[in-house]
Every structure is written in structure tokens, then in C-alpha cells.
């Protein structure tokens, strides 16, 4: 599918305050995802019996995502909170927050990943300088031409560029939906599965507010999207880490990064993702 990244087409849209009535649609769950506060909360909920999800009702291809979450609180071992934006099939690209639960008393691990043309495999996990649980947070997919960018509470932590000169593929050519769901993963997201999940504290919930998007809506009719680089209000499709915005993030993974595959030689043995000497 070849894309014109600026077509001038239909109108960029903007949504400051969330809806999540207009722009989600429950996928599944029986009930147990929840929209709430005519629009303005989202609740997911995981029993023994079924996790629950949402997807936008659009798709977008590129996009400034803000997401506020407060997680399941207490023993939230081995449930997985998601807000992560994806194509489909086989040659898939995807850019995700997931949110591994933990023992009560033990941090969360923030997990991010990327797909490009179906290959993944690019996880930075990190812990988290507050308990997420307590209140909210502002989680931010930044995703343009240029680079992807993942903020919290507007601190950089994540920057994967595009290196499409040098080989490596970018997704800019697949529109992707808006993904939110909680589910069980006991088998592997607490502590590699040696940590099951204690359905005593069923159910399990977490909430979303404060919805934001600044994004092309991709229309599948005229098989294009419509963004404008020239204007103030679409600044995002340019934005780019400063040397400020650089040192925040080389901070922050410091002193909270717990695993970079861009380190590990055991999984790549016969050399790392050619990237990791790029970037």
C-alpha cells in the first residue's frame, strides 16, 4: 500500500477531553468493560471467566495519543493493562504500552514494544517513580514520520527513529486502530509466569480518563489520510526529542530501565537488531 504522508484531504481531528462513547467501541468482555460518566471514564474488569477490551471506531495513520490510567491496585499478578495502537495480519505494525501486574507491595513493570512489518521483539521494560495504582497517569504514544516517541506524565522514556536510509522498516504505511483491554497472562507477565494469578481478588479492575488525540483519521474509502504540516495546531507531525527532551530520557532510563533488548546478546546470539548501533 503506498501513502501520501500529507495529503490534504478530509480534516485533521483534535479531541481534547475524552469521549470514550464517540470514539470506542466495546469489543468484547460481556459487561465487563464499562463507559461510564456519559463518556468520560472507561473501566476494564478480568474475571476467571473473561478479561475485556475497546477499539477505536477510527483508524489513524500517525497520531499524538495521550491515555490516562489508574491500574488494578493490590495483587494485580499476572493481568495485563493495554493501550497500544496496531494494524492486522501477519505484516502487522504496533506500538504498545502493557502493563505487567505484580504481588501487592511490588512495582509494576511498564513494558514497551514495536512492530514493524510483523516483526517485534524490541521490548524496553521499566519501573515507574510513582505507584501507578494510587491515581492517574498520562501515558502518550507520539507516533509521525520522523520517529516514535513514548512520554509519562511528559517525560520521555522510549524513542525509536526512523532509520528506513539504513534498512531498518518504520511503520508509516499501515493505519492502525486504538486498543485498550485487560486480560490474564499468568503464564508469562509476573515474573516469567512463576507468579500465578490470585483469582481470590477477582475482579480486577482499571480505569481510563482524559482521552486525548491529535491524529489523521484514516479514511479506507479514498485510501488516505489527511494531515497538514504547516499548520501550528499539527506541530506533533514534526516533533522530535530536543537535547533537553534527550538528557530527560537518558535520566529516566538510569535510573529505571530494567531490560533493553538492545542488550541482550543471549537472545540475539548471532548479533543484536541492527538498530541498537544506529539509534
Request: glycine share 8%; proline share 4%.
Amino acid at each position: 500500500m503506498t501513502v501520501s504522508l500529507f495529503l490534504l484531504m478530509g480534516s485533521l481531528v483534535a479531541v481534547s477531553a475524552s469521549n470514550f462513547n464517540q470514539d470506542f467501541d466495546i469489543t468484547y468482555g460481556d459487561g465487563r468493560a464499562k463507559i461510564l460518566n456519559n463518556g468520560q471514564l472507561l473501566t476494564l474488569s478480568l474475571d476467571e471467566s473473561s478479561g475485556s477490551g475497546v477499539r477505536s471506531k477510527n483508524q489513524y495513520l500517525f497520531g499524538k495519543m495521550d491515555m490516562q490510567l489508574k491500574l488494578v491496585p493490590g495483587d494485580s499478578a499476572g493481568t495485563v493493562t493495554t493501550y497500544y495502537f496496531t494494524s492486522l495480519g501477519s505484516t502487522h505494525d504496533e506500538i504498545d504500552f502493557e502493563f505487567l501486574g505484580n504481588l501487592s507491595g511490588d512495582p509494576y513493570t511498564l513494558s514497551t514494544n514495536l512492530y514493524t512489518q510483523g516483526n517485534g521483539n524490541r521490548e524496553q521494560q521499566f519501573y515507574l517513580w510513582f505507584d501507578p495504582t494510587m491515581d492517574f497517569h498520562t501515558y502518550t504514544i507520539l507516533w509521525n514520520p520522523q520517529n516514535i516517541l513514548y512520554f509519562v506524565d511528559g517525560t520521555p522514556i522510549r524513542e525509536f527513529k526512523n532509520l528506513e536510509s539504513r534498512g531498518i522498516p518504520f511503520p508509516k504505511s499501515q493505519p492502525m486502530w486504538i486498543y485498550s483491554s485487560l486480560w490474564d497472562a499468568e503464564n508469562w507477565a509476573t515474573r516469567g509466569g512463576l507468579v500465578k494469578t490470585n483469582w481470590s481478588q477477582a475482579p480486577f479492575t482499571a480505569s481510563y480518563r482524559n482521552y486525548g488525540a491529535q491524529a489523521c483519521i484514516w479514511s479506507s474509502s479514498s485510501n488516505s489520510s489527511s494531515c497538514s504540516s504547516t499548520s501550528t495546531n499539527n506541530s506533533w507531525l514534526s516533533q522530535s526529542l530536543d537535547t533537553t527532551g534527550q538528557q530527560r530520557m537518558q535520566r529516566f532510563q538510569k535510573n529505571y530501565m530494567i531490560y533493553n533488548y538492545c542488550t541482550d546478546t543471549l537472545r540475539f546470539p548471532l548479533g543484536l537488531p541492527p538498530e541498537c548501533s544506529l539509534a
